[in-house]
C-alpha cells in the first residue's frame, strides 16, 4: 500500500543515468556545434602517449577542458604552450564518464601576433640568461669544408636553391637530412637532425659534414614558429660542428638565428657564406703562384750575385793549399831519413840483449823465491792475528759472568723489600690522620646538626612542600603541617581561635607569638 501511494503522488517521468547524461549530450552538441573559443592554455603537459593532448581554457572567472585529437595535433601550425591566449574553434560535447563537458578542438590560432611575440620575447631572455646566444661562444666556419649537411624540406626551392649555388661556386659533398619545415613536430625534428649529424663518426660510412645548414623559406611568424622551439635552440647550441641559419628572408628572424654561428639572410646567401667561389680561388692561386716564382727567381739572382761578390774576395785554393802543402813535402822528406835512423837504433838495441833458456829459467827462479818468501810472511802473520784474537776473546770472557748480575738482582730485591715496608707505615698513618679527621667532622656534625635542638625540647614545622615555617604569620588557617620531632614526625593542621588542640598519638608543640594566638594539631 505505501509503494502505492508512493507512486501515485508524481507523474514525471523516470530515467536512467545513462539517458540523462545521452540526451545532455546530444543537447549541448546541437546547440554548440561550432563554436570559437578564446582563452588561455591551462595544464598543458605535451601530447599523450596515445598522441592526443589535454588541457583547459580558462579567463579570469571561468574554466572549460579541452582535448585535442591526434589527428588534429598534427595539422596545427604551432604548438601549444602553457599560459598562451589562443582562440580555438571546435565543438562543445560532454563527458559522461564523469558528468563534465568540454570543447573538442578542431583549430588552435593564436589570439593576435602580440601574444606569440611576447612568448618568442620571455623565451629570447629566458635562452639568453643561460649564455645560449653569447658571442664568444660561437664559432669560426671552416675556410674549405669538405662535407656540407643541409637540414631543410626535401621537396622545396630551398634545397634546390643551395644544391645550385654550391654546385656554381664550388661543387663538394652534400648531405640532406629531410625534415618538416612547418607544424608542430617541425622544431622536433630539425634538433633531432641537428643531433643526428653531430652522432656521425668522423671514420664512419657516412662522412660527418664540417658545417651545417638549416634551411627553410620565408613565412608568417606562425609559419616559422618551430624554428622557435626550445629544443632546437639547445641542440643548435651544443652541437660540435658549426651551424648557419638560413630561416625565412631577410627581415624574418627567429631564436636559430640567434644560436646559430652565423645567420644567412637567405638560403642562397647561407651557400655562399659555406663555400667560397672556386674560379676566383684558382686565380688567386694562380696570382699568388706567379708571384712567389718571381719572388724565388729575384732572390735567387741577388743570392748569386752576393755569391759572386764574396766570391771575388776570398782567395784561390792554390793560395790556401800552398803552405800546407810545402809543410807535407818537408815532412815527406824527413820521414824516410827519420825511419832508417829509428830502425838501426832498434836493431842495435836488441843485438845487445841475449836471449837464452839459462837467462829465462834464471828469472823464473828469482821470482819463484820471491813468491815463497812472500807466502811465509803471510801465514806467520795470520797465524799472529789469530792468536792475538784468542787473547782478546779469552780477556773479554773473563770479565763476562752472571755474578754481577745477581749481586744487583739482591741489592734491587733488598731496595724493594724496604720501600715496601716504608709504604705500608705511609699508608697506615695516612688511614690514621683520615680515620681522626672523619671522627672530629662527625662530632662537628652532630654539634651543629638540628637533631640535638630538637633534643632538649624544641620541633621544626614545615608546611606541605617541605619548605621550614620560621613565623606564626606564614601559617593560613586549615594549611597542613609537618613537625618533626626528636623522636619522629607528626602530621598537624593550623586552626585559628580559642580551640583547644585535639589529642593526637604523639604530643603536639604550641607555638606564641606576641599579636597571633592559634593552635597547631
Same mark, same amino acid.
Given at each position: 500500500?505505501?509503494?502505492?501511494?508512493?507512486?501515485?503522488?508524481?507523474?514525471?517521468?523516470?530515467?536512467?543515468?545513462?539517458?540523462?547524461?545521452?540526451?545532455?549530450?546530444?543537447?549541448?552538441?546541437?546547440?554548440?556545434?561550432?563554436?570559437?573559443?578564446?582563452?588561455?592554455?591551462?595544464?598543458?603537459?605535451?601530447?599523450?602517449?596515445?598522441?592526443?593532448?589535454?588541457?583547459?581554457?580558462?579567463?579570469?572567472?571561468?574554466?572549460?577542458?579541452?582535448?585535442?585529437?591526434?589527428?588534429?595535433?598534427?595539422?596545427?601550425?604551432?604548438?601549444?604552450?602553457?599560459?598562451?591566449?589562443?582562440?580555438?574553434?571546435?565543438?562543445?560535447?560532454?563527458?559522461?564518464?564523469?558528468?563534465?563537458?568540454?570543447?573538442?578542438?578542431?583549430?588552435?590560432?593564436?589570439?593576435?601576433?602580440?601574444?606569440?611575440?611576447?612568448?618568442?620575447?620571455?623565451?629570447?631572455?629566458?635562452?639568453?640568461?643561460?649564455?645560449?646566444?653569447?658571442?664568444?661562444?660561437?664559432?669560426?666556419?671552416?675556410?674549405?669544408?669538405?662535407?656540407?649537411?643541409?637540414?631543410?624540406?626535401?621537396?622545396?626551392?630551398?634545397?634546390?636553391?643551395?644544391?645550385?649555388?654550391?654546385?656554381?661556386?664550388?661543387?663538394?659533398?652534400?648531405?640532406?637530412?629531410?625534415?618538416?619545415?612547418?607544424?608542430?613536430?617541425?622544431?622536433?625534428?630539425?634538433?633531432?637532425?641537428?643531433?643526428?649529424?653531430?652522432a656521425l663518426a668522423d671514420d664512419g660510412?657516412?662522412?660527418?659534414?664540417?658545417?651545417?645548414?638549416?634551411?627553410?623559406?620565408?613565412?608568417?611568424?606562425?609559419?616559422?614558429?618551430?624554428?622557435?622551439?626550445?629544443?632546437?635552440?639547445?641542440?643548435?647550441?651544443?652541437?660540435?660542428?658549426?651551424?648557419?641559419?638560413?630561416?625565412?628572408?631577410?627581415?624574418?628572424?627567429?631564436?636559430?638565428?640567434?644560436?646559430?654561428?652565423?645567420?644567412?639572410?637567405?638560403?642562397?646567401?647561407?651557400?655562399?657564406?659555406?663555400?667560397?667561389?672556386?674560379?676566383?680561388?684558382?686565380?688567386?692561386?694562380?696570382?699568388?703562384?706567379?708571384?712567389?716564382?718571381?719572388?724565388?727567381?729575384?732572390?735567387?739572382?741577388?743570392?748569386?750575385?752576393?755569391?759572386?761578390?764574396?766570391?771575388r774576395a776570398l782567395p784561390t785554393p792554390?793560395?790556401?793549399?800552398?803552405?800546407?802543402?810545402?809543410?807535407?813535402?818537408?815532412?815527406?822528406?824527413?820521414?824516410?831519413?827519420?825511419?832508417? @835512423?829509428?830502425?838501426? /837504433?832498434? &836493431?842495435?838495441?836488441?843485438?845487445?840483449? $841475449? !836471449? *837464452? =833458456?839459462?837467462? %829465462?829459467? #834464471? +828469472?823464473?827462479?828469482?821470482?819463484?823465491?820471491?813468491?815463497?818468501?812472500?807466502?811465509?810472511?803471510?801465514?806467520?802473520?795470520?797465524?799472529?792475528? @789469530?792468536?792475538?784474537? /784468542?787473547? &782478546?776473546?779469552?780477556?773479554?770472557?773473563? $770479565? !763476562? *759472568? =752472571?755474578?754481577? %748480575?745477581? #749481586? +744487583?738482582?739482591?741489592?734491587?730485591?733488598?731496595?724493594?723489600?724496604?720501600?715496601?715496608?716504608?709504604?705500608?707505615?705511609?699508608?697506615?698513618?695516612?688511614?690514621?690522620?683520615? /680515620?681522626?679527621?672523619?671522627?672530629?667532622?662527625?662530632?662537628? !656534625?652532630?654539634?651543629?646538626?638540628?637533631?640535638?635542638?630538637?633534643?632538649?625540647?624544641?620541633?621544626?614545622?614545615?608546611?606541605?612542600?617541605?619548605?621550614?615555617?620560621?613565623?606564626?604569620?606564614?601559617?593560613?588557617?586549615?594549611?597542613?603541617?609537618?613537625?618533626?620531632?626528636?623522636?619522629?614526625?607528626?602530621?598537624?593542621?593550623?586552626?585559628?581561635?580559642?580551640?583547644?588542640?585535639?589529642?593526637?598519638?604523639?604530643?603536639?608543640?604550641?607555638?606564641?607569638?606576641?599579636?597571633?594566638?592559634?593552635?597547631?594539631?
Amino acid at each position: 500500500m505505501n509503494e502505492l501511494a508512493t507512486e501515485s503522488r508524481t507523474n514525471a517521468a523516470e530515467y536512467t543515468v545513462s539517458e540523462i547524461s545521452g540526451a545532455l549530450k546530444r543537447t549541448v552538441e546541437d546547440a554548440f556545434g561550432n563554436v570559437r573559443v578564446r582563452g588561455e592554455i591551462s595544464g598543458y603537459r605535451g601530447p599523450h602517449s596515445s598522441g592526443h593532448a589535454y588541457f583547459s581554457l580558462k579567463d579570469d572567472r571561468s574554466r572549460i577542458e579541452a582535448v585535442v585529437w591526434k589527428g588534429t595535433m598534427s595539422r596545427l601550425k604551432f604548438r601549444p604552450e602553457e599560459g598562451m591566449e589562443v582562440i580555438a574553434t571546435g565543438k562543445l560535447t560532454t563527458y559522461p564518464g564523469s558528468s563534465k563537458y568540454q570543447i573538442v578542438i578542431d583549430g588552435l590560432e593564436p589570439a593576435g601576433a602580440g601574444a606569440l611575440m611576447a612568448l618568442l620575447e620571455e623565451r629570447k631572455r629566458k635562452l639568453a640568461a643561460e649564455g645560449l646566444f653569447d658571442d664568444s661562444r660561437k664559432r669560426p666556419l671552416p675556410f674549405m669544408p669538405l662535407v656540407i649537411g643541409v637540414v631543410t624540406s626535401p621537396t622545396g626551392a630551398v634545397i634546390r636553391d643551395i644544391i645550385h649555388r654550391i654546385k656554381d661556386r664550388f661543387p663538394l659533398h652534400v648531405l640532406v637530412w629531410p625534415v618538416r619545415v612547418q607544424g608542430e613536430t617541425s622544431g622536433g625534428e630539425v634538433a633531432g637532425a641537428v643531433n643526428g649529424f653531430n652522432a656521425l663518426a668522423d671514420d664512419g660510412l657516412i662522412a660527418r659534414p664540417d658545417l651545417l645548414i638549416v634551411a627553410r623559406g620565408g613565412g608568417s611568424l606562425e609559419d616559422l614558429w618551430g624554428f622557435n622551439d626550445e629544443a632546437l635552440i639547445r641542440a643548435v647550441a651544443a652541437s660540435h660542428i658549426p651551424v648557419i641559419s638560413a630561416v625565412g628572408h631577410e627581415t624574418d628572424w627567429t631564436l636559430i638565428d640567434l644560436a646559430a654561428d652565423r645567420r644567412a639572410p637567405t638560403p642562397t646567401g647561407a651557400a655562399e657564406l659555406a663555400v667560397p667561389v672556386k674560379a676566383e680561388l684558382e686565380a688567386t692561386l694562380a696570382n699568388l703562384g706567379a708571384r712567389l716564382r718571381g719572388a724565388v727567381s729575384r732572390m735567387i739572382d741577388r743570392r748569386s750575385q752576393a755569391v759572386r761578390a764574396a766570391a771575388r774576395a776570398l782567395p784561390t785554393p792554390d793560395q790556401l793549399l800552398a803552405l800546407p802543402r810545402r809543410r807535407f813535402d818537408e815532412a815527406t822528406s824527413r820521414l824516410g831519413r827519420a825511419l832508417t @835512423v829509428a830502425t838501426e /837504433r832498434k &836493431r842495435a838495441r836488441l843485438s845487445a840483449v $841475449r !836471449l *837464452s =833458456p839459462a837467462t %829465462l829459467s #834464471r +828469472r823464473i827462479g828469482e821470482t819463484r823465491r820471491h813468491l815463497d818468501r812472500d807466502m811465509l810472511r803471510a801465514d806467520a802473520a795470520l797465524r799472529a792475528m @789469530v792468536r792475538e784474537r /784468542r787473547i &782478546r776473546f779469552d780477556r773479554t770472557q773473563g $770479565r !763476562l *759472568s =752472571p755474578e754481577p %748480575l745477581v #749481586r +744487583r738482582q739482591e741489592a734491587y730485591g733488598h731496595q724493594l723489600v724496604a720501600l715496601e715496608r716504608r709504604g705500608t707505615l705511609a699508608i697506615g698513618r695516612r688511614l690514621e690522620r683520615a /680515620r681522626t679527621g672523619l671522627s672530629q667532622a662527625d662530632r662537628l !656534625l652532630a654539634t651543629l646538626s638540628h637533631k640535638a635542638v630538637l633534643a632538649r625540647g624544641f620541633a621544626l614545622v614545615r608546611d606541605s612542600d617541605g619548605a621550614v615555617l620560621k613565623r606564626a604569620a606564614d601559617l593560613a588557617t586549615g594549611a597542613s603541617l609537618s613537625i618533626e620531632f626528636a623522636d619522629g614526625t607528626a602530621n598537624a593542621i593550623a586552626t585559628s581561635g580559642d580551640a583547644k588542640p585535639r589529642q593526637v598519638a604523639k604530643p603536639a608543640a604550641k607555638i606564641k607569638e606576641p599579636g597571633n594566638q592559634g593552635s597547631l594539631f
